[in-house]
């Protein structure tokens, strides 16, 4: 079993970042992928970006440029940098080592 617990939302204006941290404990494989989700109310979650175990990476289009996703294999921890956050940015963020998922961290951007 594997427990992943997000951290680091909040409450930020147009501009400003946000670091999410996931931490993961529990029976680990090494090297599986990390990924962050976000969902809005009513709609489904959408891809977010992921990290491999060789560190290369995948982001949505929408979040290109402003995010960055990383992990600490040492630590069981991964991150997702955010910068430039938009209104549109705002959503619940999941991070997840498939099939296993955290309970999300709320991130709002609002002037």
């Known amino acids: 079993q594997v427990q992943l617990v997000e951290s680091g939302g909040g409450a930020v204006q147009p501009g400003e970042s946000l670091r999410l941290s996931c931490e993961v404990s529990?029976?680990?494989?090494?090297?599986?992928?990390v990924a962050w989700l976000r969902q809005t109310p009513g709609k489904a979650r959408d891809f977010v970006a992921h990290?491999?175990?060789?560190?290369?990476?995948d982001y949505s289009d929408s979040v290109k440029g402003r995010f960055t996703i990383s992990r600490d294999n040492a630590q069981n921890t991964g991150y997702l940098q955010m910068n430039n956050l938009k209104p549109e940015d705002t959503a619940v963020y999941y991070c997840?080592?498939?099939?296993?998922w955290g309970r999300g961290t709320q991130v709002t951007v609002s002037s």
């Open positions: 997840g080592m498939p099939p296993y």
């Open positions: 529990g029976t680990i494989v090494s090297g599986s992928l």
């Open positions: 990290i491999r175990s060789d560190g290369s990476t």
